[in-house]
Nanobody
Framework: QVQLVESGGGLVQAGGSLRLSCAASGRTISSYAMGWFRQAPGKEREFVAAISWGGSSTDYADSVKGRFTISRDNAKNTVYLQMNSLKPEDTAVYYC???????????????WGQGTQVTVSS
């Protein structure tokens, strides 16, 4: 099973930017669609963005479309999430995961890493 480690979170003012990274180990992720999810305090974990195995297709939740960009570097076994124009409602713990399949906004396994905290102040 692949191990995923998220990083890059932090505290930022509204309107600012952050770039999250998801480093995979244990096996290559180049053949998997990958996704980012987030969980705010008191709320369920929700889908944020997805990228196909080759990186040619992306999918975004309506709440982040136009502000966030997902990308991947299969040579580095890493997935990224560039977050611009951040809003206080983006505050959450962000997680990455392999997806069941392209087009499915759900993780392949219900196994999550520690995530990375993103806090956006108003």
């Amino acid at each position: 099973q692949v191990q995923l480690v998220e990083s890059g979170g932090g505290l930022v003012q509204a309107g600012g930017s952050l770039r999250l990274s998801c480093a995979a180990s244990g096996r290559t992720i180049s053949s998997y669609a990958m996704g980012w999810f987030r969980q705010a305090p008191g709320k369920e974990r929700e889908f944020v963005a997805a990228i196909s195995w080759g990186g040619s297709s992306t999918d975004y939740a309506d709440s982040v479309k136009g502000r966030f960009t997902i990308s991947r570097d299969n040579a580095k076994n890493t997935v990224y999430l560039q977050m611009n124009s951040l809003k206080p409602e983006d505050t959450a713990v962000y997680y990455c995961n392999t997806l069941k399949a392209w087009g499915k906004r759900a993780p392949m396994y219900d196994y999550w890493g520690q995530g990375t905290q993103v806090t956006v102040s108003s």
